[in-house]
């Protein structure tokens, strides 16, 4: 399980291995023009929030002072040109190139009263149960404000989602200036006011030497959601409960796969498959709840889920408000969101958790373009869906439950708990 965790939540373990480019300021210059022309051209509607002339005006201030800028800094001044439409699923392909550069090895993740370490490496134990409050000098609060500059489409929960894992990279941490004497400390604070602190390097093999390589946290259980995260979908009977738990983690199956002409499909589960077993213990069976758990839920194909929700609408006897719960999340984006307004929109369900970080109307649709010279991948909307009359800026559930640092100690799911209190 922990091994699981790590990967699944932050990747730490690529980081080994620098970015290594050699595009010559000429070139820059081509790759900008072509980003300039061709963005606007492909995208939906990338003016819809940043004004025209706003964006391109950027666009020749950055080439007018190429010569400043190294390769990384030239990629993040376009990725923050390019954030500022407002559009989350539009980037510049910034972030796999700054995660190859360099992670601290620790995992940082935000609580309801603070963000706190749930990945503490070997030598680092005293941050345990602490929360980060500074980095070097500077107040959390400033790093994050850096740091949004990055996000299209800025919202708390797409923040509460990102920042830990943009914190953890060391380029991006140069990069606004957090740095101090190429060194990286960051301050942790206890409930007491007691501080520690770790002290990184640049080089990421003397913080490994230093530190150790990060390790999950000991709790006394797991969330049943936790303990499944490595699946793209899975069920299970909670007997004492007479509750069933399905959890959606992806948007993706055998089907689509299949679809999208994957190899090996034979290997993924099938999501028609896992359709029938639900609706047989459904039919077989006579739960008090069911309980539908999107809040890892990041996209795929939003397709196959949609048809489960309709045929689960059908439902009478699962159906009825206080029986049918969906849990939604910082994570719920993309499709996930959008099976999400499905059981919003289709159902009686209830909803139950965070905001999500995605926002309800918005474009997708990804597509990609290569800069010519560089190579760097462009994504981009090519299209608009719009579900709510409204346009908010994430959907909100019915019963907003945060975690709090206590409850990952203590192994629990805080909206589990109000699930299974809940009386109609």
Known sequence: MKTKFILFFFGLINISFAFCQTTSRKDWIEDINY?????????????????????????????????????????????????????????????????????????????????YPILIPENGQDIKGKKLIAINKHLINEVVDSLSTLIGETNEALLKKQFPNYVTHIALLEYFKFLQNDTIQLIFQGENGDKSSLIYSKDIRNNILKYGMPKMLQTNTSPLYWSNMDKIFWMEIIDSENILYVGYNKCFGKEVATLCGYKNVENLPSFQEFTQRLFSCIDTS???????????????????????????????????????????????????????????NKTEAILVGESTSGKPNHYGEVKQFQLPKSGININYSSDYFKYLKEDPNSLCPDIYVEPTYNDFENGEDPVLKIILEYED
């Open 35 to 115: 980003l300039k022309t061709e963005l606007p051209k492909k995208h939906k509607n990338l003016f819809f929030q940043l004004d025209s002339s706003d964006f391109y005006n950027e666009i020749d201030t950055l080439k007018i002072h190429i010569n400043q800028y190294n390769d990384f800094e030239i990629i993040i001044k376009l990725q923050q040109i390019i954030a500022k439409a407002g559009d989350s699923h539009t980037n510049i392909d910034y972030y796999s190139i700054s995660k190859r550069k360099g992670q601290i090895p620790i995992g940082i993740m935000w609580f309801k009263d603070g963000y």
């Open 286 to 344: 006579s739960f008090d709840k069911l309980i539908f758990d999107l809040r890892l839920n990041a996209g795929g194909s939003s397709i196959q889920g949609t048809k489960l929700i309709d045929e689960l609408a059908k439902y009478d006897v699962i159906n009825t408000k206080g029986k049918l719960f969906v849990v939604i999340g910082r994570r719920t984006y993309s499709s996930g969101l959008i099976n999400a307004l499905d059981f919003k």
